[in-house]
């Protein structure tokens, strides 16, 4: 068995390897590194738990049943799964970190004595509020990323579920989980231990269902940042190190991520927080799509306006993913570099459906990093670009956001690519985005729509190229 002091010593140690690893994810180029630091922490984070187990006879053996057997899953889950699917898989991994949390509070609350914690009906006063704030905001963190993977997983409906008097419910239930903390310090009665979870469960619902498709990617990182500060409570209670550490870093990281990508979409941070944002009307769009006449192409048509162009920026978006374009897209712009034609690529903070999701594709693809460019960079360059070639993008190119102030997406700053010469726009139909909204820029004389599969159609341009 290690020593306390040594075990402080190796969790700081991996606490710092943890630090690290956020800084080398900030950017693609030390991604790779970042994520060995993250590996390399948590394997000295697990042995020193492991040899922090006195009885190794019981202890021991289930934990390493359990870890091998949900490793196991996890391991297969994440190998199998494309990179489409990624948010979703994000959100039921935040799920299980709020479960985890509530499973360990329930743990400590019934058997305090296992957790040097006091003993029943007479826990230690700090640690019954960590236990208390750790669940509820565990139960939160579980449901509202049920209800998030639902929806982007397209189960259920990704518009805004809104019923009248929803924000003072919200607020009343929040109010009584203060209530409940301070009753249940004061008592300490399983009852209200039980009711204090259910509410919570609930409340995590309520938060998630108002919030419309558009904003989804900004509830994965607010989630994210729950998950963070409901396992930093429970470290607390645990009097781990590692715990506390980790879930502080991965808490305040994602609140920082919320806070940024909400500056990015023009939204309230607080409103985030607080759940029933994005939940406006969804069909603002003044003219239907069929009285709207739009230009339509075919790969010769898109290859001649490259040809001719001396400037190309990529605009890539959900369809792209959905595809799995990206290499066929890299083989399209290698061809159009051998004509001498600049090529750069412009990202929406919110293009996909989770933060740097258009990253790591282009970087699957291995395209150049000093090529991508984020939109504060490089949306003044679109009015002197030839061509726009968007690719799978919808709601990140909308020019409705700049004009119509009843719209879901009002406010969000987007890609200004109607400003190019031409626009060349992927997509298999005139469907709506995920904010559930007509795109104007469909419409506009400078557009050319490319009705195909994203792959098929790009490499046929690489063909006629």
């Known amino acids: 068995m290690i020593s306390a002091n040594l075990s402080a010593i190796f969790y700081l140690i ?13 950017s693609p180029e030390t991604s790779r590194q970042g994520n060995f630091f993250g590996i390399l922490g948590m394997i000295i984070a ?45 959100a039921g991994f935040h799920s ?68 009248k008097g929803q924000h003072p419910l919200n607020a009343l239930i929040l109010i009584s989980i203060i209530v409940l903390i301070y009753l249940l310090c004061s008592i300490q009665s399983s009852n209200l231990f039980w009711i204090l979870l259910a509410i919570s ?53 994602g609140a920082i991520l919320s806070y940024i990508m909400c500056k990015g979409m023009n939204r309230s941070f607080f409103n985030v927080i607080l759940g029933g944002f994005g939940a406006t009307d969804q069909n603002s769009s003044s003219k239907s799509q069929e009285q709207r006449p739009v230009k339509s192409g075919n790969a010769d048509d898109a290859a001649f306006l490259m040809k001719n162009a001396s400037s190309v920026i990529i605009v890539p978006g959900y369809g792209m993913a959905v595809a799995q374009a990206q290499h066929a897209l890299r083989e399209m712009v290698d061809t159009l ?44 360059d679109f009015a002197n670009a030839d061509v726009a070639f968007v690719i799978g993008a919808n709601d990140v ?8 102030p009843q719209s879901p997406i009002y406010g969000m700053p987007v890609l200004d690519v109607e400003k190019c010469k031409s ?32 792959k098929k159609m790009t490499e046929d341009i690489t063909k006629n190229l």
């Not at 289930?62 to 091998?68: E, R």
């Not at 139960?139 to 397209?154: E, N, V, Y």
């Not at 190119?397 to 119509?404: F, I, Q, R």
């Not at 469907?431 to 419409?443: Q, R, T």
């Open 201 to 253: 469960f609930l409340i995590g619902f309520l938060l998630i269902i108002p919030i419309g498709g558009a904003d989804m990617p900004v509830v994965i990182s607010m989630l994210n940042s729950y998950s963070g500060w409901a396992a930093a409570g429970i470290g607390f209670t645990l009097e781990n190190t590692a715990l506390i550490i980790t879930g502080a870093l991965v808490g305040s990281s």
């Open 96 to 163: 299980l970190v709020g479960l985890a949390a509530v499973f360990v509070a329930i743990s400590a609350f019934l058997n305090p004595e296992a957790f040097n914690l006091g003993s029943k009906g007479n826990i230690k006063l700090g640690s019954l509020i960590e236990m208390s704030i750790g669940a509820a905001v565990g139960a939160i963190t579980f449901s509202g990323s049920i209800i998030a993977f639902l929806k982007l997983q397209g189960i259920m409906s990704g518009s805004p579920i809104t019923f």
């Open 397 to 404: 190119t909308n020019p409705v956001a700049k004009t119509d």
């Open 14 to 26: 991996s606490g710092v390897l943890f630090i690290l690893a956020l800084r080398g994810l900030s």
């Open 423 to 454: 626009v060349l726009f992927v997509k298999r139909s005139l469907s709506p985005g995920y904010a559930g909204i007509d795109n104007d820029l469909f419409y506009k004389e400078n557009t050319l729509m490319l009705f195909a599969d994203a």
């Open 337 to 380: 570099k051998k004509n001498d034609i600049k090529v750069s690529y412009a990202i929406h903070p919110v293009a996909g459906r989770m933060p740097g999701h258009m990253n790591v594709l282009l970087a699957e693809a291995n395209v150049p990093y000093d090529e991508v460019f984020e939109l504060e960079e490089i949306n003044n």
């Open 46 to 90: 697990i042995s020193v738990t492991f040899l922090s187990i006195g009885n190794f006879s019981s202890g021991f053996i289930y934990v390493l049943i359990f870890l091998l057997f949900g490793g196991s899953i996890g391991a297969f889950i994440a190998y199998r799964i494309p990179m489409t699917a990624m948010p979703e898989l994000v």
